[in-house]
């Protein structure tokens, strides 16, 4: 990564996506934008009250600013805007044009509001980069310096194998098993339209061999049943650094945003998440 964007708010909630940050700079220097956006002012706000808030941050992003480039950070800069969190963030994607964006859950509305709402739908619409996220159940999780085993849950489409090209970097990068996953849901279809794990397994290979030709290390799992369900216990039962997925384009970020394997999974994940937008 050549260009990281990391939104912060000051709390330690947005602060958790640090440690993920510097475990990515420690292999690969990069330049990181430091980005928070301050609340446009009340009608009923104390004079001053918006002038101390900008100092705190700016206080706070150079101590960040200390930290990263300490970390191996090429360079640091910071910004401090005020307006709408999305727009603001999506102008930062727009003037720095940077390979990652990197951000924890929100400091004030927890990640389901966050990731439900408007902002996130917005931010994932337009976004050039993916998005590496963690959730609140992440904060309290040791950060080893390599990711070590990435899991990527993959449908029979095109679309979600977009972001293979991704996890192989990262993959390469930190020297990273892939763990591939097909899950056959259970819902309700007629018995000739349930594919058998012979099925399921041959669905994977041509990814399989791909990634073998990158010279990584890969693995295949198949299951039946729910599939948020069997994402989440797979990744604690393999110990997983990450897990990464694709949306669907324009209407993919609500579809991963709305949907119910999504939301379990950002629900009930204590691992980081890579979300990469396939184009349309």
């Known amino acids: 990564m050549n260009k990281i964007l990391v939104p912060l708010d ?3 909630l947005a602060d958790g996506i640090l440690p993920h940050v510097e475990r990515l700079l420690a292999l690969e220097p990069a330049e990181v934008t430091l980005l928070t956006v301050l609340p446009p002012p009340e009608p009923e706000e104390v004079p001053g009250q918006a002038a101390a808030q900008r100092k705190l941050s700016e206080a706070h992003l150079e101590g960040v600013r200390l930290r990263l480039e300490q970390k191996g950070a090429k360079k640091v ?4 805007r005020q307006g709408d969190p999305a727009a603001e963030i999506v102008f930062a994607q727009e003037d720095g044009a940077p390979d990652l964006v990197a951000m924890s859950s929100h400091g004030r509305t927890g990640v389901l509001r966050w990731l439900r709402g408007s902002v996130a739908e917005r931010v994932l619409r337009t976004a050039r980069a993916p998005l590496l996220l963690l ?11 390599r990711f070590r085993r990435i899991l990527v849950p993959l449908e029979d489409d095109a ?3 977009a972001v293979l090209p991704l996890v192989t970097r990262f993959a390469r990068l930190h020297g990273a098993e892939v763990l591939l996953l097909r899950v056959e849901g259970a819902m309700l279809v007629p018995r000739a339209l349930v594919l058998t794990p012979e099925e399921l397994g041959a669905s994977l ?3 399989v061999e791909a990634l073998e030709k990158e010279g990584l290390s890969v ?19 393999e110990d997983v650094d990450l897990i990464a997925m694709a949306t669907h384009g324009r209407t993919g970020a609500a579809r991963l945003l709305e949907g119910s394997v999504s939301e379990k999974v ?7 998440l890579l979300i990469f937008r396939a184009p349309r």
């Open 205 to 207: 290979r041509p990814h």
């Open 10 to 12: 000051g709390s330690p």
């Open 219 to 237: 693995r295949t799992q198949i299951a039946h049943g729910d599939p948020a369900s069997e994402v989440l216990d797979l990744a604690d039962r």
């Open 77 to 80: 800069q910071t910004v401090v």
């Open 135 to 145: 959730t609140a159940r992440g904060l309290d999780e040791k950060v080893e310096p």
């Open 266 to 272: 950002l629900r009930a994940c204590r691992r980081p």
């Open 159 to 161: 679309t979600s194998a």
